[in-house]
């Protein structure tokens, strides 16, 4: 059984309410009618009650189980505008701006988040990723001891002998454009300490570099080899056990008959890495893309790392079984670890 499918029979013993700031779109409704099919939780859409029901109805999707929540008939419309006034960067709304910001569908579902009236939030899939992310950040924050939020996606492929039974952690692919030390030392950490949520296998994390423990009288090199350092610091703050290296190529992370030529084969991340930092955004994105795309293989996220809450900026591209991919990782991330796996 692969990753997404485990995680979705994780759900069906633990339910959660996932919250869809896209509720007009096909792909969101062809994932909220698999969430209640499956038994993964109740699926709350976002949007104009008549268009989603005429759009459900066109595509022969039935609505029941689906729960369709239109901002600007809210019960909640008051509250969540004197909530979001509350915060810093909203402090200087009058209180009819802060009713109009709150009829945003971003807005209006990261206040639910907020107020635990929904478990885990998916959005992104007809917005520009700017428009997801920045209320997530502004309403949300960080989590303590995590300066800097970030983004993972989950690769997911045919070949079993690579990551854990094909499944690669890979970040940062969506937020951060040039992560600093001290950065890419928290996307290490709260991407293995995900990986490791979801899976009860211990994170190994390549650092990932043009060289393999190359001269540190390289910028990028030093760079990569300081924020390893700092990033074991931070999983023993945090007790994470895992395994952390670099600089590392990635042909000697994923590959063992590399990692020996290349004298690294005693290293416990090296031929078998699960967790992939990359250096910056650009190739944290490119390869991602270039995996998916010649592979075939599947991709889910992005997924917001480092936020006191569990959401996801999925892609306008993805197809209704990414969603649904993505919805299964954050739900199972709003459930406590012991119960994931029966301790």
Sequence with gaps: MNLIETLIGKLQNHPKRFVFTDGEDARVLQAARQIVTRQMGVPMLIGDRSRIKDKAAKLGIITKGIRIIEPERSSELDQFAQDLKALPKYADLSDEEARQSVLDPNVFATLMLKRKQANALIAGATDKASSALRPLFQIIGTQEGVKTASSLLVIEMEAKNVGLDGALFMGDCGV?????????????VTTASLAHHL????????????????????????????ATKRAREKAAQWNLEADIEGDIQIDAALDRATAHVKGIEDSPVAGDA??????????GNIASKLIHILSGANKYGQIIMGLEQPAAEISRGATAHDILGAAAIVGCQAINHRLLFGR
């Design 176 to 188: 951060i454009p040039e992560p600093t030390e001290e950065q890419l030392a928290d996307i290490a």
């Design 199 to 226: 899976t009860d296998a211990r994170p190994k994390v390549a650092m990932l570099s043009y060289s393999t423990h190359g001269n540190p009288r390289h910028a990028p090199i030093a760079k990569i080899q300081a």
């Design 274 to 283: 699960n967790v992939l930092i990359f250096p910056d955004l650009n190739s």
